[in-house]
């Protein structure tokens, strides 16, 4: 069983930096691909960056190219989003999601296991 739980949400200015953690307890996390995905009120939830169960493999949606870098500690089971130059527009709820099949899916529903979200907020 894989339980997520993400910290280092917060409030910040634009511009400011955010690290971003989901960590899990279980045995089987460095197991599985990771991502993070966000939701804004009133929207989709949206992908933001994937990884691989080796991290050898990153993926990552076109606007946070270049600012966000999603990394991981299999020894800590810990999966990292870096979040560098942060906007208004980041301001989400932030989700780490867990799956066994789908490395760097970009598709909510091929993701089996779901933290309960850290709030982003990016003041101008």
């Known amino acids: 069983q894989v339980q997520l739980v993400e910290s280092g949400g917060g409030l910040v200015q634009a511009g400011d930096p955010l690290r971003l953690s989901c960590a899990d307890s279980?045995?089987?996390?460095?197991?599985?691909?990771v991502a993070w995905f966000r939701q804004a009120p009133g929207k989709d939830r949206e992908f933001i960056a994937a990884i691989s169960w080796s991290g050898s493999n990153t993926y990552y949606r076109d606007s946070v190219k270049g600012r966000f870098t999603i990394s991981r500690d299999n020894a800590k089971n810990t999966v990292y989003l870096q979040m560098n130059g942060l906007k208004p527009e980041d301001t989400a709820v932030y989700y780490c999601a867990a799956t066994l099949y789908y490395t760097g899916s970009y598709h909510v529903y091929e993701y089996d296991y779901w933290g309960q979200g850290t709030q982003v907020t990016v003041s101008s």
């Open positions: 279980g045995r089987t996390f460095s197991t599985y691909a």
